[in-house]
T-cell receptor, first 111, second 116 residues
């Protein structure tokens, strides 16, 4: 079946540093989504990407839809303590309603 | 707008008991989904309903059944709970835009289920 590899699994960074994480797929995707999950809550959408090569920002967050359509990247600039949480990527192949999720990147920001 | 509402928030079951997890959305979305989340495994799709009246299996459907009661509600049933079904269950919904599949999932806050 389809697989999404998300890396890194976890990271500790200093406040103010930039963060990068990525997802790679064994399949070509038509949509990439990035979510953040806080403890005890459901995932919240950060950025949605619908075209290969697309680069989209949401405040300090920037995500890109890889040109091979098999990968996506999320960058967080100038991290702050409230960026702590688990970040998930999710992807969808053409002609399907199913979204497959990565295993998550757990981010901890040290003040 | 409440968005996606899941009930109950917490549940403890004994092995072999049955229960139904409820999910309702008030956003007039067409598609609804059930995922389970286990440590280190991300979210795995159990079942989904592309539109009212249809349901399809996801990655891990064994041991579960679903009902799309109407456009708003999508329930998940465990007929005979097993310890392996201890997990956090998330319901999600998604609108249909211009016959495109391009729209994101909106999640509820989860049901935390423990099977002893």
């Amino acid at each position: 079946g389809q697989q999404l590899n998300q890396s890194p699994q976890s990271m500790f960074i200093q406040e103010g540093e930039d963060v990068s994480m990525n997802c790679t797929s064994s399949s070509i995707f038509n949509t990439w989504l990035w979510y953040k999950q806080d403890p005890g809550e459901g995932p919240v959408l950060l950025i949605a990407l619908y075209k290969a090569g697309e680069l989209t920002s949401n405040g300090r967050l920037t995500a890109q839809f890889g040109i091979t359509r098999k990968d996506s990247f999320l960058n967080i600039s100038a991290s702050i303590p409230s960026d702590v949480g688990i970040y998930f990527c999710a992807g969808r192949t053409s002609g399907t309603y199913k979204y497959i999720f990565g295993t998550g990147t757990r981010l901890k920001v040290l003040a | 707008n409440a968005g996606v509402t899941q009930t109950p928030k917490f549940q403890v079951l004994k092995t072999g008991q049955s229960m139904t997890l409820q999910c309702a959305q008030d956003m007039n979305h067409n598609s609804m989904y059930w995922y389970r989340q286990d440590p280190g495994m991300g979210l795995r799709l159990i079942y989904y309903s592309a539109s009212e009246g249809t349901t399809d299996k996801g990655e891990v459907p064994n041991g579960y059944n679903v009902s799309r009661l109407n456009k708003r509600e999508f329930s998940l049933r465990l007929e005979s709970a097993a310890p392996s079904q201890t997990s956090v269950y998330f319901c999600a919904s998604r609108p249909l835009r211009d016959r495109s599949y391009n729209s994101p999932l909106h999640f509820g806050n989860g049901t935390r289920l423990t099977v002893t």
